[in-house]
C-alpha cells in the first residue's frame, strides 16, 4: 500500500504540472496461452490480462492486471499480478537527417503480487521500478526502443532492453461506419540483466543477456478500437540461466482488444 501511494503522489504531482490537453482512456483485454514476463514463465496456464491508461499530454497513468483463468496455481479468477505505471513519454526530436522521431519515457512502476500464495516467493514481494528509454523512429518507419529499469526496492538489480518492430498496413476498409486498418507488427528484441536481477528472478550469479524474443501481431486499428491476434516466442539466453530452468524456449498465442474514450 505504501508503495502505491508514493506512485499516486508521483502521479498527482505530474498530472499538476501538466498542459491543458485532450484527457484519453484506453482500455484492453486480451486472452493469452501463458503469461511470459522478460523471460520469465510466470504461468504455463491461459490468462487474461487487462489494463487501463490514462493520457493527458505526455503524461501516463496505467493499471495492469493479470488473472490466472486455471486452477493450474489454485488461484482461478483472481488476479495474481497488479502493476501501476506513472510516467511521460514525450516527443523530443522529429525529422532531424537519418532520425525521423524520438520520444522520451521516464517513470515509475510499482509492482504488486495478491493472492499468490501458493506461487514461487520470486512473484510474492512487492517492489519499485523507476525506468527510463526512448523510442527511436528511423526511415522505412521501423521503430528501436530502449528501456532501461532499475529496482529500487525488493530486487535491487537493473534489467536493460531492446526492441525493434514495424508496422505494416496491410488494407484500409469500413467496419460498421469506422474507417479501419488492417496492421501487421512483426518484432524482435532482446533484455539484459545486471547479477543481482538474474540471481533474483533466475538464481543465476552473473549478469549478461537473459533473453532474446520475436513475434507478430495482426490488428484492425481504427480511431476507437483495436482488435486481433498475436503470438510471442521467447529463448533464454544465458547459460547460467538456461541452467537453472526447467524449459529455456515458450511459445506464446493469445488475442486482444481494446477501446479508447
Known amino acids: 500500500m ?23 482512456v484506453d482500455i484492453k483485454s486480451a486472452i493469452q496461452s501463458k503469461y511470459m514476463w522478460r523471460g520469465v514463465r510466470v504461468s504455463n496456464e ?6 487501463v491508461m490514462i493520457k493527458k499530454g505526455m503524461f501516463e497513468l496505467s493499471l495492469f492486471g493479470n488473472m490466472d483463468l486455471t486452477d493450474e496455481r489454485g488461484n482461478e479468477g483472481d488476479f495474481t499480478e497488479m502493476y501501476l505505471t506513472a510516467g511521460i513519454n514525450k516527443k523530443i526530436m522529429s525529422g532531424v537527417g537519418f532520425v525521423k522521431g524520438v520520444n522520451f519515457l521516464a517513470g515509475m512502476t510499482s509492482f504488486n503480487y495478491p493472492n499468490t500464495d501458493s506461487i514461487s516467493p520470486v512473484f510474492d514481494e512487492s517492489t519499485v521500478e523507476l525506468y527510463t528509454g526512448v523510442d527511436v523512429e528511423v526511415p522505412y518507419g521501423v521503430h528501436s526502443k530502449t528501456m532501461f529499469n532499475l529496482d529500487v526496492d525488493e ?5 536493460v532492453s531492446q526492441d525493434f518492430f514495424k508496422d505494416f498496413g496491410l488494407a484500409r476498409f469500413s467496419l460498421l461506419g469506422n474507417a479501419c486498418t488492417l496492421v501487421a507488427r512483426p518484432e524482435v528484441g532482446a533484455g539484459w540483466g545486471s547479477q543481482d536481477y538474474n540471481d533474483y528472478y533466475f538464481d543465476a550469479d552473473s549478469n549478461g543477456i537473459s533473453n532474446w524474443h520475436t513475434g507478430l501481431s495482426l490488428k484492425v486499428v ?3 478500437f483495436e482488435f ?7 529463448e533464454l539466453w544465458n547459460d547460467d540461466i538456461r541452467d537453472n530452468v526447467r524449459d529455456d524456449n515458450q511459445l506464446m498465442v493469445g488475442f486482444g482488444a481494446g477501446y479508447r474514450f
Open 2 to 24: 505504501i508503495r502505491i501511494l508514493i506512485v499516486l503522489s508521483f502521479v498527482f504531482s505530474l498530472v499538476s504540472a501538466a498542459v491543458a490537453s485532450e484527457l484519453t
Open 222 to 224: 481504427s480511431e476507437r
Open 228 to 234: 486481433g491476434p498475436y503470438v510471442n516466442y521467447t
Open 46 to 51: 491461459p490468462v487474461m490480462q487487462n489494463e
Open 155 to 159: 530486487v535491487g538489480g537493473a534489467y
